[in-house]
């Protein structure tokens, strides 16, 4: 179009140098932040998109062997509990308890313990000089109180003997016997107390 054929006034945007710029509307120049932050956007957002895709399909893979687990304890648990508990208990209990508490119960009878203040008298049927002496102390230090050695002068005997004089006084009698060794114990009414006669088949 002509300048001629041009209808409006002219205005300051139809005045210009010449060799100048051209004039007109145009668009702000856009700052650092608006160039800067769809590149900040991608960085943050693609690792973030990375991170949980990971995770979820790693939580989903792991999540299937959990779900094969319960269903082999049920059926393990009832087969063998009820095949091992009845064929072993009543089997077992009745066989052992009637045969064993009879058997240990007469052999276990407490023995009558021996009257230590019984009065026993030692005799020395030897020619072994201080037997009975020896005898003696070796009652007194089993904690005899009333013991008296002496030398024997009656018949002679086929081994050392411990005669007592009443069934009552039988337990202290075995128990001077087993002090010194001797097997042989007999019962005389003649007898006051407890008489312990060593012959030659004594050894202190």
Same mark, same amino acid.
């Given at each position: 179009?002509s300048?001629?054929?041009?209808?409006?006034?002219?205005?300051?945007f139809?005045?210009?140098? #010449?060799?100048?710029?051209?004039?007109?509307?145009?668009?702000?120049?856009?700052?650092m932040?608006?160039?800067?932050?769809p590149?900040?956007?991608?960085?943050?957002?693609?690792?973030?998109?990375?991170?949980?895709?990971?995770?979820?399909?790693?939580?989903?893979?792991?999540?299937a062997?959990?779900?094969?687990?319960?269903?082999?304890?049920?059926?393990?648990?009832?087969?063998?509990?009820?095949?091992?508990?009845? +064929?072993?208990?009543?089997a077992?209990?009745? +066989?052992?308890?009637?045969?064993?508490?009879?058997?240990q119960t007469?052999?276990?009878?407490?023995?009558?313990?021996?009257?230590?203040?019984?009065?026993?008298?030692?005799?020395?049927? /030897?020619?072994?000089?201080g037997?009975?002496?020896?005898?003696?102390?070796?009652?007194?230090?089993?904690?005899?109180?009333?013991?008296?050695?002496?030398?024997?002068?009656?018949?002679?005997?086929? +081994?050392?003997t411990?005669?007592?004089g /009443?069934?009552?006084?039988e337990?202290?009698?075995?128990?001077?016997?087993d002090?010194?060794?001797? /097997? /042989?114990?007999?019962l005389?009414?003649?007898? #006051?107390?407890?008489k312990i006669?060593?012959?030659?088949?004594?050894?202190p």
């Open positions: 179009m300048k001629g054929e041009y209808a409006y006034p002219e205005d300051e139809d005045a210009f140098e #010449r060799h100048s710029i051209p004039r007109g509307v145009h668009r702000a120049p856009r700052s932040w608006a160039r800067v932050w590149f900040l956007v991608v960085l943050v957002l693609a690792p973030a998109l990375a991170y949980g895709a990971v995770t979820y399909y790693s939580m989903d893979r792991g999540a062997p959990v779900a094969v687990a319960p269903v082999q304890t049920p059926v393990a648990t009832p087969a063998a509990t009820p095949a091992a508990t009845p +064929s072993k208990t009543p077992a209990t009745p +066989s052992k308890t009637p045969s064993q508490t009879p058997s007469p052999s276990q009878a407490p023995a009558t313990a021996a009257d230590l203040s019984t009065a026993v008298a030692v005799f020395n049927a /030897t020619t072994t000089s037997l009975a002496g020896k005898a003696s102390k070796v009652l007194t230090d089993a904690g005899w109180k009333s013991v008296k050695p002496s030398d024997y002068t009656g018949a002679k005997l086929t +081994s050392s411990v005669f007592f /009443t069934a009552k006084l337990a202290a009698a075995r128990g001077a016997a002090a010194l060794g001797i /097997t /042989t114990v007999k005389d009414a003649t007898v #006051r107390g407890i006669v060593l012959e030659d088949d004594y050894k």
